[in-house]
């Protein structure tokens, strides 16, 4: 699939990255098998994983508005997709874009054909209720591949990422455009640590919370990035979400 066919802005388009069959978790690890209970794998209708997400509600998934590419189900409560069976796949009853994808506001909620049950495999993250702290220590995960074009992994991975100031990301991307607003930056540049391809849709979460949506990253560099990564700002799009929420009581 083309997570960017539709483009955050045309003058970004021939930068970004463009394919999101794989994903590639930079200098991470495994996930422990009790953590990151709240983690999603989005995919279509052969079973393939196309992106993150991560739950919200018993009945909502929050992922990248770019993923929406054939998607079918999730699938929950597990951090090995080799494991995949009827119990952990929940079909999409529908979804909801913020807007059209080239606005920028690369959010979407997944509602699910029913509200799974909540224990000690599957669980909900809390969203934030302000904007970010610089200091705050946060994390990315995601399935997929060990390196830039190689086999992919079945094994959720995971990499602790350090926030960028906003301003300092703008100036580093500039020569290539501006930024889509509401965004957050955290991982790539020069720190070697980050997501790839196929990560879209993750969250990006900080002190517990799930701060930021994967978005995009800079034309495949990955192993070994030139620019900061970019996330959705999930604070920014919080009336929206729970506009929606609240109607599906």
């Known amino acids: 699939m083309h997570p960017l066919h539709t483009c955050l802005l045309f003058h970004l388009l021939a930068y970004l990255g463009q394919n999101a069959d794989g994903s590639e978790i930079i200098n991470g690890e495994l996930a422990p098998e009790n ?18 997400g991560f739950l919200i509600r018993e009945d909502f998934v929050l992922t990248a508005a770019h993923c929406d590419d054939g998607i079918t189900h999730v699938v ?13 796949k929940i079909s ?15 959010i979407m909620l997944l509602k699910l054909s029913k509200k799974v049950s909540l224990n000690g495999r599957v669980q909900t993250i809390p969203l934030p209720t302000s904007g970010m ?3 705050d220590d946060c994390q990315v995960a995601g399935w997929g591949y060990i390196k830039t074009g190689g086999p992919a ?3 959720l991975r995971v990499v602790d990422v350090s926030i960028i100031n906003l301003e300092d990301c703008k100036e580093q991307w500039s020569h290539l455009g501006d930024l889509p607003a509401n965004v957050i930056c955290a991982g790539g540049d020069e ?5 790839c391809q196929g990560d879209s849709g993750g969250p990006l979460v900080c002190n517990g919370k ?26 920014k799009y919080l009336p929206w979400i729970n506009d929606i929420l609240q109607g599906y009581k």
């Open 133 to 135: 702290n610089q200091q």
């Open 153 to 155: 992994v079945d094994d």
């Open 35 to 52: 953590s990151m209970l709240y983690m999603a794998s989005v995919q279509d209708n052969k079973g393939h994983h196309v992106c993150g």
């Open 210 to 235: 799930a701060v930021g949506v994967v978005s995009f990253n800079n034309n495949y560099i990955c192993k070994y990035p030139d620019l900061p990564n970019v996330y959705t700002d999930v604070s």
């Open 92 to 106: 999409i009853e529908t979804h909801y874009h913020k807007s059209l994808v080239g606005s920028g506001n690369d």
């Open 76 to 88: 929950l409560g597990t951090h090995d997709l080799k494991s995949v069976n009827d119990d952990n």
């Open 191 to 195: 720190t070697g640590k980050g997501f």
